[in-house]
């Protein structure tokens, strides 16, 4: 029996992989210049304890440490030309896999929100700049109780108007959005550092009178840095394989994304450190978030040159929010959907639904100050942290980098993913029992009189913590319960490292998949684009290709 799919959840035939190596060093070069990551490193000179160069250090430490799980995780999609819906079925079973689906796609849609919140933060500080006290000065219509002023609530809808028609882009086409974005926002990340170090005089020895009551050994402070860092990029450590998947040659999801990722991380971090130790000098107040220094300078300079500076920035994070969204929120959560109800959503279709539902998260609610931003991005990362664990025990340990793409399709009990009716039930008790480790510590971050330093400590820790048990657990349960890496019929094919991905993940009598099959079995030739483009929207994932092994 097949599992119902449809052209997004199968293989990417080879005409669409068209992403290519500066693509992927563009992608994260712009990704790294928006308002979440100078956001956190703002936040981090606010709640850690440790001295400006140790700081420093863990953060560099951090950066380098999520290159290397970001590179790790996207090989396997750009081996097999398959995104996380698919993948996950693999590690967790062709039915356990559609609820680790949910996991991700309930996570990308939080952080959809958040983004767009981000977004229209920045806007409203572009429409202050344009209209002055009229917009400032907007009667505000809602309880205090609601954490959002009218004014701010009309900026979130007009940025979300702004962003939808983006969801009508599929991802193949999305990465020209990144290449502009590029260009953009590091002038406008570079500029509004260089007046806060130029307004502040520098950030001097940084003892311009934060203080942070130190409650953790120095070693604990610097995990928690770690996990902060980790925490805001865990979401797009997780969705590598949806853009890796798109990879014209597999080797451009390596060093390029090396390159990329890096250097434009450390810089970013840094800045929003500096900035905020700059300007605290210049005004006397620190600015955890970067529309509440946008709002900041306006107060102290407002002129016409101060007014156009403020508004090329922010309407620049306007444009970089809205990018950053698509790749790390959008285009996860709609891969997702599209894997939960291939029968009903496309990509195109889900990523308009992202969009509908962002009003549920009401971002606004969690992200008044920067402990409480510092809480959320702990708070989920303990959840996803073993999901990591498992995927990358399973790939690179268990399986040896061998995925049987057609099992990802099928509920045959002789599939390689069936395991207990379609269900790795050691999977699942693992992933269970991986965070118990740092909940104590995710409710004293809430209710600070409970609980002991311990538990916040290990907390502190929460994804390096749950991320090791997932890893150990599933390599400890696939000991016991020993799992097939090919259907019965191949038990025997060699399974040296990735052997399959030179066979795209097919034995020579599979049926080819949306155009990918064993090499020599299919050739692709040109369709019609109008044809092509409406059975994709129908779902139907048609490819014409020259091959009596056509499609599933």
Not at 9 to 33: D, F, Q
Not at 166 to 187: D, E, Q
Not at 412 to 421: L, S, T, V
Request: glycine letters at 8%; aromatic letters at 16%; hydrophobic letters at 45%.
């Amino acid at each position: 029996m097949l599992l119902i799919s449809n052209h997004d959840l199968k293989p990417t035939p080879p005409k669409e992989r068209t992403w290519k190596m500066y693509n992927y060093v563009l992608l994260w070069h712009s990704t790294a210049y928006d308002v979440n990551q100078w956001n956190t490193g703002a936040s981090l000179i606010k709640t850690t304890a440790l001295p400006h160069g140790q700081l420093i250090g863990a953060t560099i430490v951090s950066v380098f440490m999520t290159c290397f799980f970001t590179i790790l995780n996207a090989l396997s999609g750009a081996s097999y030309h398959i995104g996380y819906p698919a993948l996950a079925r693999a590690t967790f079973g062709v039915r356990l896999g559609y609820f680790f689906v949910f996991v991700r796609m309930f996570v990308a849609e939080i952080w959809f929100g958040v983004q767009t919140y981000y977004g229209a933060m920045c806007l409203d500080v572009g429409f202050r700049c344009m209209f002055g006290h009229k917009w400032v000065n907007l009667d505000n219509q809602l309880p205090l109780s609601a954490d959002i002023t009218t004014r701010k609530l009309v900026a979130f809808f007009i940025f979300w108007l702004l962003q939808m028609p983006f969801m009508w882009c599929h991802p193949k086409f999305i990465k020209n959005l990144f290449t502009v974005k590029s260009f953009i926002t590091p002038f406008a990340t570079l500029g509004i550092f260089l007046f806060c170090v130029i307004k502040g005089k520098g950030a001097g020895n940084w003892d311009v009178g934060l203080t942070v009551v130190k409650t953790q050994s120095t070693g604990n402070e610097w995990m928690s840095v770690i996990n902060t860092i980790f925490g805001t990029l865990s979401p797009m450590i997780i969705n590598q394989p949806d853009v890796g998947r798109y990879a014209k040659k597999r080797k451009d999801v390596i060093i390029p994304q090396a390159v990329g990722f890096i250097p434009s991380k450390i810089i970013v971090l840094m800045f929003g450190m500096v900035s905020v130790i700059s300007i605290k000098r210049a005004y006397g107040e620190v600015y955890w978030n970067m529309w509440d220094l946008l709002n900041a300078i306006l107060d102290n300079e407002w002129t016409a040159g101060g007014r156009t500076g403020v508004w090329f920035v922010a309407m620049s994070f306007v444009l970089g929010t809205a990018g950053t969204n698509i790749f790390a929120n959008c285009i996860p959560f709609a891969a997702d959907l599209s894997g939960l109800l291939p029968k009903y959503f496309t990509i195109i279709r889900a990523q308009i639904l992202a969009g509908l539902l962002c009003w549920a998260i009401v971002p606004w609610k969690f992200l008044q100050n920067a402990t409480k931003f510092i809480t959320f991005l702990g708070s989920y990362s303990i959840f996803v942290g073993p999901l990591l664990g498992y995927m990358l025990a399973d790939y690179f340990i268990i399986r040896r980098g061998n995925i049987h793409v057609p099992s990802l399709y099928t509920l045959d009990p002789n599939g390689a993913y069936h395991f207990w009716k379609g269900c790795n039930l050691w999977a699942l008790g693992g992933w269970c029992l991986s965070p118990i480790i740092a909940i104590p510590g995710l409710y004293r971050a809430y209710y600070p009189t409970t609980m002991t330093q311990a538990a916040t400590d290990i907390y502190s820790s929460g994804w390096f913590y749950t991320f090791l048990i997932g890893f150990f657990f599933h390599l400890v349960g696939s000991y016991i319960s020993k799992p097939k890496i090919y259907p019965d019929a191949h038990k025997d094919t060699p399974t040296t490292f990735e052997y399959m991905a030179d066979f795209n993940g097919f034995f020579e009598e599979d049926t080819p998949i949306n155009g990918v099959g064993y090499p020599g079995t299919v050739e692709i030739v040109e369709v019609d684009s109008k044809e092509s483009d409406y059975d994709n929207e129908k779902g139907h994932g048609i490819t014409s290709v020259k091959s009596v092994k056509m499609f599933i």
